[in-house]
Each structure stands twice: as C-alpha cells, then as structure tokens.
T-cell receptor, first 114, second 110 residues
Framework: DQQVKQNSPSLSVQEGRISILNCDYT??????FLWYKKYPAEGPTFLIS?????DKNEDGRFTVFLNKSAKHLSLHIVPSQPGDSAVYFC?????????????FGKGTKLSVKP | DVKVTQSSRYLVKRTGEKVFLECVQD?????MFWYRQDPGLGLRLIYF???????EKGDIPEGYSVSREKKERFSLILESASTNQTSMYLC?????????FGSGTRLTVV
C-alpha cells in the first residue's frame, strides 16, 4: 500500500511559468515532509522540507505548501527554468531527522521548455 | 557538507555472480540506507542500518544482504545476481534536514 503518492508521472511547463508538483499521503503519523530533485545518473539532492507544524516553507524560487487536513503537499517553482527539468520525489517521515525512515513517492518528471 | 561516496558509477555483472556495492560516508552518521530506483517505481528501501553491525530489512530485501562492520561503510551484497536486479542503486546517510545520497551505481546484470 502506497503511503506517499505522486499521481502525475510527468509534467511539462513553459520556462518562466509556475510548476506545481503534487503529493498525497495516507499516514496521519507523518510529520515531516521533504522534496528531492534528481537528475539522470545522479543521486537525489535535498531541495526543501516542511514540518507538520507549518503550512508553508519558502526557499528562493521553491515553496512547499502543506495541507494536513487533506494530507496533501505541493511544491511550487516560480519562475520555472530549463535547469529545473528533473525528477522530483516527495518524501515523508514520522520524525524529523535521523531516526525516521523516509518513505518516497514514485516521482514526477518535470520538463521545463525554453 | 556530508559526502556519501559510492565506489562505482557503472557495473556490469553476469547472472549468478556475487556483487558488492560499497558506500562510504564521512560524517560519522549512525544511519545509512540502500535504495534502488526503477522507472515508475520510485525509490524503494532495500536495507538500512542504525549502527555498526546492526541491520534492518526494508521493503524489498529479497536477494540482498548488507554488511556494516565500520560506521562509515555500508555494503550491499547481491548473493547471486539476477537480471531483475538491474537497477540504479542509491546509498544514503542520514543527516538533517534529510538524507544525503551518493551519486548512485547503475548495475546491469546480463
């Protein structure tokens, strides 16, 4: 049973526009959420995180929104750039930091077209 | 910055071979993980370790084993490689705010 779901396998966006990547989770015990970005032939790199005590976290062009009642989070990239083209993984944990195992979604492949 | 190093970027092995994938981290972290990534299946946890000589099964441990003799090194072992183990293998070390991943090993079993 998938606890973290990314229902869109792919997304295509024009350069300069907003990219919105979505993620749903089923386990109400999750209290920490992360987004990773992965280029081909490289390991995933941490992008941004959010704790369940917040509903928004922003870092430059990247903003993550958390709706706990809907068990939904989203990653907004504004403005999108061609270098943002990658696979984005949503991940969730029952505890922030090193003791909680991360559960990953299947990923969404973002293509930003010039 | 935490560095997680996987010894090989690309490997080609024959069916039935015993395969060792090595991972080293340089930040004295207790927790280390092995994932495999396959198209459409995302990242799936194979094994993890909370300390030296400790190991826990992840979601897909069948056909794999691990070794953690030293804190900085976590090895994934394919006892008898099969073609369905062709995949990208990713090692991670636990650090705040999240995991740090190695660059991955693309293993092809022929």
């Amino acid at each position: 049973d998938q606890q973290v779901k990314q229902n869109s396998p792919s997304l295509s966006v024009q350069e300069g526009r907003i990219s919105i990547l979505n993620c749903d989770y089923t386990n109400s015990m999750f209290d920490y959420f992360l987004w990773y970005k992965k280029y081909p032939a490289e390991g995933p790199t941490f992008l941004i995180s959010i704790s369940s005590i917040k509903d928004k976290n922003e870092d430059g062009r990247f903003t993550v929104f958390l709706n706990k009642s809907a068990k939904h989070l989203s990653l907004h990239i504004v403005p999108s750039q061609p270098g943002d083209s990658a696979v984005y993984f949503c991940a969730a944990s029952k505890s922030r930091g090193s003791q909680g195992n991360l559960i990953f979604g299947k990923g969404t492949k973002l293509s930003v077209k010039p | 910055d935490v560095k997680v190093t996987q010894s090989s970027r690309y490997l080609v092995k024959r069916t039935g071979e015993k395969v060792f994938l090595e991972c080293v981290q340089d930040m004295d972290h207790e927790n280390m993980f092995w994932y495999r990534q396959d198209p459409g299946l995302g990242l799936r946890l194979i094994y993890f370790s909370y300390d030296v000589k400790m190991k826990e099964k992840g979601d897909i441990p069948e056909g794999y084993s691990v070794s953690r003799e030293k804190k900085e090194r976590f090895s994934l072992i394919l006892e008898s490689a099969s073609t369905n183990q062709t995949s990208m293998y990713l090692c991670a070390s636990s650090s705040l705010p999240g995991y740090t991943f190695g660059s991955g090993t693309r293993l092809t079993v022929v």
